[in-house]
């Protein structure tokens, strides 16, 4: 049972982290709408204060770029 609990936590971690390093990648990429996607989905998992402030940041600055005011607003709002 406590394998099983951090058996769990092994593979949210490892979940998390592909999102995010893909996310970083496609951004490099230029492929900024899959970046986006894949943060968004970051963003729903369990994230530690920094990771989530990390994540937002991304996404603000993509929304930015990509013209997306409207989620660029939300986001920004539900950082402060």
Not at 29 to 46: I, N
Request: hydrophobic share 35%; proline share 0%.
């Amino acid at each position: 049972s406590d394998a099983n609990n951090f058996e769990k936590k092994d593979i949210s971690e490892g979940i998390k982290r592909f999102y995010i390093y893909t996310a970083e990648m496609n951004e490099k990429l230029r492929r900024l709408g899959d970046a986006v996607k894949l943060y968004e989905r970051a963003l729903a998992l369990e994230l530690s204060d920094s990771e989530k402030k990390h994540v937002k940041e991304k996404l603000m600055a993509l929304y930015e770029k990509l013209g997306k005011i409207r989620e660029y607003m939300i986001l920004k709002n539900s950082v402060n």
